[in-house]
């Protein structure tokens, strides 16, 4: 290997241009490691607020949703005799409150889980984030839209004669 000296009268190995890309190559995926360790401590803990923010945002939503399904719930129970159709909207009233129950299991028991996938690292807890941010989306969604056609059902049920009412609202059509 020809060498190239240096004024001072020191000297290195010349090194093809294809040799000095391959170790500047492999040195940049060590730097990316280096790099991605500094970043995790400081990202976890703005990444565990975001997935708790998720949790406490949706929390006053669902009991609202709560308070809405009982009196609901309240309102079926006075015209249970007098309405043909009534056992079906009542069995949609009770799943709409078991899938509320689950949504809000899964608000309660968030801090735990948040916990479990901040020690696994970052890019679990944004996993974590976003499949709870998208489950309780689609739920919040999905009940609250049970709930206005219960509703709907149940004040025109209300009107009508103690003979018939109008046959129960299909359940929405999910993509």
Not at 62 to 87: E, F, N, Q, W, Y
Not at 99 to 126: F, H, R, W, Y
Request: charge should be positive.
């Amino acid at each position: 290997m020809p060498h190239r000296s240096l004024a001072s009268g020191l000297s290195w190995p010349r090194r093809s241009p294809k040799t000095v890309a391959v170790r500047i190559l492999s040195v940049l995926p060590v730097l990316a490691l280096l790099g991605a360790g500094c970043a995790k401590t400081s990202d976890v803990g703005r990444l565990e607020e975001e997935a708790t923010g998720v949790a406490t945002r949706y929390k006053p939503r669902l009991d609202d949703l709560s308070r809405r399904l009982d009196k609901l719930m309240t309102r079926d129970k006075l015209i249970a005799d007098t309405v043909s159709g009534h056992p079906l909207a009542s069995r949609r009233l009770f799943d709409m409150r078991a899938m509320l129950e689950q949504l809000k299991n899964e608000v309660s028991t968030s801090p735990g889980a948040i916990v479990s996938a901040s020690k696994l690292g970052p890019t679990d807890l944004i996993r974590l984030t976003d499949h709870m941010d998208e489950q309780l989306r689609d739920g919040v969604r999905r009940v609250n839209d049970e709930i206005d056609a219960l509703d709907s059902w149940i004040s025109i049920a209300e009107t009508q004669p103690h003979t018939s009412a109008p046959p129960a609202p299909d359940a929405p059509k999910l993509n």
